[in-house]
C-alpha cells in the first residue's frame, strides 16, 4: 500500500534505512489516499465534522418516519372503508349463499330477500366499519404521539393533514357503516 522505493545496494545502512521527515510525510499520505480517508479511517473528519454518523443520528433525535407511515395507513384505510375491501365482498357472497341455503324454496318473498340480501349487506357494512374504526383509531393516535413524545419536536404539517384526512375518512366510513347496517341508508326493499 506504500510507495516504493529504490534502494541501491550501494547505500550504506544509515543511508538505506533512514527516511527523511519528507519522505515519511509523503508515505503516509498516499497511504491515507489508498483507504479513502485522509485522517486513516474516520470518513465523517474529511467533512470538518469529527463525530461519526451513528451519533449524529442519535443525537438529532426521532425522524417522524413512523408517524407518517401511521397517518398515510390511517387515510389507506378511511379510503378502503368507504370504497369497500375485498374481505367485506368475501363475507357479503359467504352470508349471502348461506341465506340461500337456509331458505326454502316455499318461504316467503320477505324472508328470501331478508336471507339472501339482507345479511350480505350487513355483512359488508360489518366490515367497511371494522376498517373504519381502524383508520380513526390510527388517525388519532398519530395526532396525540406528539403530546407523549420528545418535547421541542414539532410534527411534520403533511403528517398531520394526512392523520386529519384519515380521521375525517374513518368518521364518514363509520357513519355510512352504521347506517348501512341499520338499513337507514339503502335498505332492504319493502315486500309485500
Given at each position: 500500500m506504500g510507495t516504493k522505493t529504490d534502494e541501491t545496494p550501494a547505500e550504506t545502512g544509515t543511508e538505506a534505512g533512514a527516511k527523511t521527515d519528507e519522505e515519511q510525510v509523503g508515505t503516509a499520505a498516499v497511504t491515507a489516499t489508498e483507504d479513502g480517508t485522509a485522517d486513516g479511517g474516520n470518513p465523517a473528519a474529511e467533512d470538518g465534522d469529527e463525530r461519526p454518523e451513528a451519533v449524529q443520528a442519535a443525537q438529532s433525535g426521532p425522524t417522524g418516519v413512523g408517524q407518517g407511515a401511521g397517518a398515510v395507513v390511517s387515510a389507506a384505510l378511511g379510503v378502503v372503508s368507504l370504497t369497500g375491501s375485498w374481505v367485506g365482498t368475501v363475507a357479503s357472497a359467504r352470508?349471502?349463499?348461506?341465506?340461500?341455503?337456509?331458505?326454502?324454496?316455499?318461504?316467503?318473498?320477505?324472508?328470501?330477500?331478508?336471507?339472501?340480501?339482507?345479511?350480505?349487506?350487513?355483512?359488508?357494512?360489518l366490515w367497511a366499519g371494522a376498517f373504519a374504526l381502524a383508520a380513526l383509531i390510527a388517525g388519532v393516535v398519530v395526532l396525540a404521539r406528539p403530546a407523549f413524545g420528545t418535547p421541542g419536536r414539532p410534527q411534520a404539517p403533511w403528517i398531520k393533514s394526512v392523520a386529519w384526512g384519515g380521521v375525517a375518512l374513518g368518521v364518514i366510513g363509520l357513519l355510512l357503516a352504521v347506517l348501512k347496517y341499520t338499513g337507514v341508508l339503502l335498505g332492504l326493499p319493502a315486500t309485500g
Open positions: 352470508e349471502s349463499l348461506i341465506g340461500q341455503m337456509q331458505t326454502s324454496q316455499s318461504a316467503d318473498v320477505a324472508t328470501m330477500v331478508k336471507e339472501g340480501y339482507g345479511d350480505a349487506w350487513a355483512a359488508n357494512a
